[in-house]
């Protein structure tokens, strides 16, 4: 008897996505399947984590005698490594690179995209066991094929994203990508490692009962802010308030929570961080990407994140994003301010 087969892994869903536009290629679903090889090697280390006392300390030598690292460092060297042997990618750029890397190679040369990336995000996490992730964005490249891809082809629009998505090492793996065909969500199964269609076709709630802000630098935020902050905690039976505040204080888990569940992510500027403290290129786009494929909103407090002009590599952007009409509403907050 023909066995019933329920699971579908990312490759066969690439695949399946790659089959509806005949004039595609492959290659984007290839990178995605590149990146999630890279992260299931991450995620052995990461479950590892736990473990380095016995195992001996990060910068010693491990039991299979290979020099130890920060386990930042080792998913970003990874991912340059995975992404520099696949035939698809013209080169990264990464949170822990002062610049962008070109690959030099004839095959990566005459690939059409790019990929950035916060390969560990939250490792501060790591020592109390919280969860932490990796996010990547994938651009078309604007520069000419057959060379080495520039500066130009990395500091895009996070409209001009062809796909970006995340990876949360937690209670299980799961990768969450977007292009702008929607969202879905893979979960890691182990005893096959492959990645396993779980969320398809994720959508983030208009509304929510969460607002997740790290409270403690209510001091220096502006006034609008402050008094979003306090309609969230005033109570209002029916509008079900006040809400809960949750806060990680690790970007990916905080706002799969908010694409899962609903509710807004802030990350202000405040007097001491003028710009705020997230990433627009690696952090803010990818993830306002993901949140606006699922029918959520992000925003500056001002203007959509995703149409923001970069003008550095590693520039820092504030970042409010969600349930569209909470969103919306600190943005009130912050005009009438
Ligand atoms: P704070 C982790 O260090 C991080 O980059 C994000 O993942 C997280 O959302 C933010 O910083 C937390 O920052 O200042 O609240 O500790």
Known sequence: MKPQRKLMTLDEFTIQETRKFKQATGELSSILRDIGLACKMINKQVNKAGLVDILGKHGATNVQGEEQMKLDI???????????????????????????????????KN???????????????????ASIGTIFAIYKRVSKLGEACVEADFMQSGKNLMASGYVIYGSSTMMVYATKLGVNGFTLEPSIGEWCLSHPNLKCPEDGKIYSINQGNSAKYDGGIKAFMDYCMDTNKEEGRPYSLRYIGSMVADLHRTLIKGGIFMYPADSKSPNGKLRLLYECNPMSFIVEMAGGFASDGMQRILTIEPNALHQRVPIFIGSKNMVKKVEAYIANA
């Open 111 to 129: 690939s059409k995209y790019v990929v950035l990336f916060d390969p560990l995000d939250g490792s501060s996490n790591i020592d109390v066991n």
């Open 74 to 108: 080792y998913a970003d060297t990874i991912l340059i490594d995975v992404l520099k042997s696949s035939t698809d990618c013209a080169g990264v750029a990464s949170e822990e690179n002062d610049d962008f890397i070109a690959f030099d190679d004839p095959y990566s």
